[in-house]
C-alpha cells in the first residue's frame, strides 16, 4: 500500500540522473550541520547520484563517489570547518560495525552533516531524528524519491525543501 503523504513526507519523480542531481543540490544547499539524510533504495536506485547532489550543493568542489568499500568519506567546502561524511553501510553486518566506525560523535554533531548510504543495515546505530529517502526504480532512467522526515529540525528540513524545489 502506498504511504499517506503529510507534512512529514514528500514524494516525488524523478526522470533520470541529472534531474536526481539537481533535486539533491537543492537539499544540500539548506543543510546547515547536524543533519542526518539517510538513503534506501535497492542497488541502481540512484542513491550515490543524489550524494553527489546534496555534496554539491552543500558546497563540496570535488567529486563524491561511493564510500562502499572505505565505508566513510569526508569532504570539506573551501571555506568553514563543517565537514559532509558520505557513508556507506552496505558492507556492515550490523549495528556494532557501525558503531565501530565512530560516527556516534558525527551524527547530530552542527559542525557535520551526514549522508549515509543503505542505513537499514545498522538502524540501531542512526539517531532517531533524521531525514529518510527511499528511492525506488520505475524504468531505465525513471527514479521515486520518497522524503520523510523525523524530528523538528528535519521536519524543518523537509518544508524548506518543498518551498525550494517546488514552490509550495
Known sequence: MPPILDEHSLEFISRDEE???RLGARL???LRGGEVICLEGPLGAGKTVLAQGIGRGWGVVEPL??????????HSRPTGDQLLLHVDFYRLEGAQEAQGL???EWLGDPRAVAVIEWPERAMAALPTERLWVRLGILGETRRSLLF?????????LLRAFRHVAFGV
Open 19 to 21: 534531474q536526481t542531481r
Open 28 to 30: 544540500g544547499s539548506l
Open 65 to 74: 563517489i561511493s564510500p562502499t568499500f572505505v565505508l566513510v568519506r569526508q
Open 102 to 104: 565512530g560516527l556516534e
Open 148 to 156: 520523510t522526515a523525523q524530528g523538528p529540525v528535519h521536519l524543518d
